[in-house]
């Protein structure tokens, strides 16, 4: 089924599947990036549609490759882009016929002379990559893959799509490559045979030395490459958009057996069933088919948890896991997180206290609606693991910020913090290894985040204590560190060390003696103060 023209969209057609082989979903969920992937990897034909507010797009593929793109966004309009770059004088336009679209009118510029073939081809292709750089950017709407609706024979370009995803997953916040993981058990393996190959930074390319013939682990590599998490996993998501490797066994968009269906099915045998099937007035349009399995029957009543309101109000909002709302321990099994959801819901459903005053009736339907977000989570494998994946990491970063002195509450960490300490850990790696000028951002990018931080302040100051226009800069942060952490034996030793590398001995004993005072059992401190006064 291919389009008239491949660059018309109509504005009111419904994002719903038409057949069993359509498949949907929400771009919240499976962003566009991926569903590429995915397709590419499956060598599908069809297209993606895609919605988010009032703007649509259209992204068609053969053979898992993109060869054209529409949009109804008017900065994407081929007359557009053509007046923008000032390619053809808007007066020669006058006396081009009306085109109902872009492919009409890329042909009616070239059937007038007005531009070349070759012209025409370089503009279009660079008009896809910009509705696809556009799209990509898209973190809610809809999407819609048919494998019926292709574009026209004629309507081929080559996109430098890899390049693309690359630079999409780059500009992607750790926070949120993070998020994309379903555990560290999750393995990739090199892609071969890829002939376009984007430009990698040095640590990208280290991540991709590591594979060889077998598939590997991130927990492995993550031991192996001796790199932050957080700086690992990005490489990594860097590598699997831009085709570098593929992956197996995650949340994938399309089932196995979605896709063995879609590259099984004898689409002309489909398109002339469904067009019979259209003049019958009475018979319903085909339900999709689902790739989830419906549950099993209930054969045992769940037992009642035998608490009241107040200790199941109490429960849900001190919860620091899903785990603690649903009152199960982090090892139960899918069962027993069904029965105790189940339980819960049926004692302390809003509809049973409507009679309550407003605030108790608000923190009763604000506790079930954690607890049904707490089941939705854990009822699935894979959202389970991607869960577990995440409380995993929050721990580990609440136990690093710990130890570096910083007072953690139970609850999530907040976005600066983590951007603190994702920057922090990178910088004092750079740092480790005597890369200061590279260092010296990242450190920055923490102290900025977190300013009251004293270590983040400390090492920002010996980093730039390397740079010779910037000592002035480093003594401030390294005075900033020791007032916010005065008792800091590592902070203190720091700004004395500062004071004699640059040969201020006076400053570096007055510091020592300050220090002391504080802590006079400090044995490499009195050793230093021996030092000097001799």
Same mark, same amino acid.
């Given at each position: 089924?291919?389009?008239?023209?491949?660059?018309?969209?109509?504005?009111?057609?419904?994002?719903?599947?038409?057949?069993?082989?359509?498949?949907?979903?929400?771009?919240?969920v499976n962003?566009?990036?991926?569903?590429?992937?995915?397709?590419?990897?499956?060598?599908?034909?069809?297209?993606?549609?895609?919605?988010?507010?009032?703007?649509?797009?259209?992204?068609?593929?053969?053979?898992?490759?993109?060869?054209?793109?529409?949009?109804?966004?008017?900065?994407?309009?081929?007359?557009?882009?053509?007046?923008?770059?000032?390619?053809?004088?808007?007066?020669?336009?006058?006396?081009?016929?009306?085109?109902?679209?872009?492919?009409?009118?890329?042909?009616?510029?070239?059937?007038?002379?007005?531009?070349?073939?070759?012209?025409?081809?370089n503009?279009?292709?660079?008009?896809?990559?910009?509705?696809?750089?556009?799209?990509?950017?898209?973190?809610?709407?809809?999407?819609?893959?048919?494998?019926?609706?292709?574009?026209?024979?004629?309507?081929?370009?080559e996109?430098?799509?890899?390049?693309?995803?690359?630079?999409?997953?780059?500009?992607?916040?750790?926070?949120?490559?993070?998020?994309?993981?379903?555990?560290v058990?999750?393995?990739?393996?090199?892609?071969?045979?890829?002939?376009?190959?984007?430009?990698?930074?040095?640590?990208?390319?280290?991540?991709?030395?590591?594979?060889?013939?077998?598939?590997?682990?991130?927990?492995?590599?993550?031991?192996?490459?001796?790199?932050?998490?957080?700086?690992?996993?990005?490489?990594?998501?860097?590598l699997?958009?831009?085709?570098?490797l593929?992956?197996?066994?995650?949340?994938?968009?399309?089932?196995?057996?979605?896709?063995?269906?879609?590259?099984?099915?004898?689409?002309?045998?489909?398109?002339?069933?469904?067009?019979?099937?259209?003049?019958?007035?009475?018979?319903?349009?085909?339900?999709?088919?689902?790739?989830?399995?419906?549950?099993?029957?209930?054969?045992?009543?769940?037992?009642?948890?035998?608490?009241?309101?107040?200790?199941?109000?109490?429960?849900?909002?001190?919860?620091?896991?899903?785990?603690?709302?649903?009152?199960?321990?982090?090892?139960?099994?899918?069962?027993?997180?069904?029965?105790?959801?189940?339980?819960?819901?049926?004692?302390?459903?809003p509809?049973?206290?409507?009679?309550?005053?407003?605030?108790?009736?608000?923190?009763?339907?604000?506790?079930?609606?954690?607890?049904?977000?707490?089941?939705?989570?854990?009822?699935?494998?894979?959202?389970?693991?991607?869960?577990?994946?995440?409380?995993?990491?929050?721990?580990?970063?609440?136990?690093?910020?710990?130890?570096?002195?910083?007072?953690?509450?139970?609850?999530?960490?907040?976005?600066?913090?983590e951007?603190?300490?994702?920057?922090?850990?990178?910088?004092?790696?750079? @740092? $480790?290894?005597? !890369? %200061?000028?590279r260092?010296?951002?990242? +450190?920055? #990018? =923490?102290?900025?985040?977190?300013?009251?931080?004293?270590?983040?302040?400390?090492?920002?100051?010996?980093a730039?204590?390397?740079?010779?226009?910037?000592?002035?800069?480093?003594?401030?942060?390294?005075?900033?560190?020791?007032?916010?952490?005065?008792?800091?034996?590592?902070?203190? @030793? $720091?700004?004395? !060390? %500062?004071?004699?590398?640059?040969?201020? +001995?006076? #400053? =570096?004993?007055?510091?020592?003696?300050?220090f002391?005072?504080?802590?006079?059992?400090?044995?490499?401190?009195?050793?230093?103060?021996?030092?000097?006064?001799?």
């Open positions: 089924m291919n389009t008239p023209h491949g660059s018309h969209l109509s504005d009111n057609s419904p994002m719903i599947p038409q057949n069993s082989l359509d498949h949907s979903g929400k771009l919240s962003p566009l990036a991926e569903l590429l992937v995915e397709l590419e990897q499956a060598r599908l034909d069809g297209s993606v549609r895609l919605e988010s507010g009032d703007v649509k797009a259209i992204v068609y593929l053969r053979a898992g490759s993109i060869t054209f793109a529409v949009s109804n966004a008017r900065e994407h309009r081929l007359l557009n882009i053509i007046l923008e770059q000032n390619l053809v004088d808007q007066t020669q336009l006058a006396g081009i016929p009306k085109c109902s679209n872009d492919v009409e009118l890329g042909a009616a510029l070239v059937n007038s002379k007005l531009i070349s073939a070759d012209d025409l081809k503009i279009v292709t660079g008009q896809l990559e910009r509705i696809l750089v556009s799209v990509l950017s898209w973190t809610e709407g809809n999407w819609h893959f048919s494998p019926l609706v292709r574009s026209r024979e004629d309507l081929g370009f996109v430098g799509v890899h390049k693309l995803l690359v630079n999409y997953a780059r500009c992607q916040p750790m926070s949120a490559v993070m998020g994309r993981f379903k555990s058990q999750e393995q990739f393996e090199r892609a071969n045979g890829k002939s376009e190959n984007p430009a990698l930074q040095a640590h990208e390319s280290f991540v991709l030395e590591r594979f060889g013939s077998e598939p590997r682990a991130i927990e492995d590599l993550t031991l192996e490459c001796g790199l932050p998490e957080n700086g690992f996993l990005h490489a990594i998501y860097v699997w958009l831009g085709g570098m593929h992956r197996r066994d995650w949340n994938a968009a399309f089932s196995k057996n979605r896709i063995a269906a879609i590259q099984n099915a004898r689409i002309a045998l489909i398109k002339k069933a469904q067009q019979a099937a259209a003049v019958a007035k009475d018979v319903k349009p085909e339900e999709p088919e689902s790739d989830t399995q419906a549950p099993p029957p209930e054969t045992d009543k769940p037992k009642q948890p035998e608490i009241d309101l107040d200790q199941y109000l109490a429960l849900v909002e001190s919860g620091a896991t899903h785990y603690d709302v649903l009152s199960v321990d982090p090892k139960a099994k899918t069962d027993e997180i069904k029965s105790s959801y189940l339980n819960l819901a049926k004692l302390f459903h509809d049973r206290f409507h009679r309550e005053s407003p605030e108790t009736l608000k923190r009763i339907q604000g506790a079930f609606s954690n607890v049904q977000s707490a089941y939705e989570t854990l009822k699935s494998s894979d959202s389970r693991d991607n869960y577990d994946f995440k409380v995993r990491k929050e721990l580990a970063m609440k136990k690093k910020l710990k130890e570096q002195g910083v007072a953690v509450g139970e609850g999530k960490i907040d976005a600066k913090t951007q603190g300490l994702e920057s922090f850990e990178v910088g004092l790696s750079l @740092l $480790m290894d005597g !890369d %200061f000028e260092a010296i951002p990242f +450190l920055g #990018r =923490a102290a900025h985040y977190n300013p009251d931080n004293a270590l983040y302040r400390a090492y920002l100051g010996k730039l204590a390397h740079e010779d226009k910037q000592r002035h800069r480093a003594e401030g942060e390294l005075q900033a560190a020791v007032r916010l952490d005065p008792g800091n034996p590592k902070i203190r @030793l $720091m700004l004395i !060390d %500062f004071f004699m590398e640059q040969n201020l +001995l006076k #400053r =570096a004993e007055g510091e020592l003696k300050r002391l005072e504080i802590a006079p059992e400090n044995v490499e401190a009195k050793k230093l103060l021996a030092q000097l006064q001799n």
